[in-house]
């Protein structure tokens, strides 16, 4: 199993970028995909899920209504589209796959997880 992470890079405050996630190895309809964030020095938090359909969402409140999360099961693709970027946005972003889960925010739930993509945002 491979999750690729892509998009990460940097942007001004209020910005916006579009990060992606590559899986191969899966049956990717099977899994539901997180996207999770890791600040220097701090633990790595749940930013969003989406379920193996894509019918159902999940997102942590310090992203809801900023950030978009979806997928491409025909790619085994799932992306985050981040808009209305803030300082407190910087982080690694990890791509991460949960054999029919449903929707968790906690890290142990995710058998997968990808290298990761450095988002950092500037005022």
């Known amino acids: 199993v491979q999750l690729v992470e892509s998009g990460g890079g940097l942007v001004q405050t209020g910005g916006s970028l579009r990060l992606s996630c590559a899986a191969s190895?899966?049956?990717?309809?099977?899994?539901?995909m997180g996207w999770f964030r890791q600040a220097p020095g701090k633990e790595r938090l749940f930013v969003s899920a989406?379920?193996?359909?894509?019918?159902?969402?999940y997102y942590a409140d310090a992203v809801k209504g900023r950030f978009t999360i979806s997928r491409d099961n025909a790619k085994n693709m799932v992306y985050l589209l981040m808009n209305s970027l803030e300082s407190e946005d910087t982080a690694v972003y990890y791509c991460?796959?949960?054999?029919w889960g449903s929707g968790s925010k906690s890290v142990s739930e995710y058998e997968h997880w990808g290298q990761g993509t450095q988002v950092t945002v500037s005022s």
């Open positions: 991460a796959a949960d054999l």
């Open positions: 190895g899966v049956t990717f309809s099977s899994y539901t």
């Open positions: 989406i379920s193996g359909s894509g019918r159902t969402t």
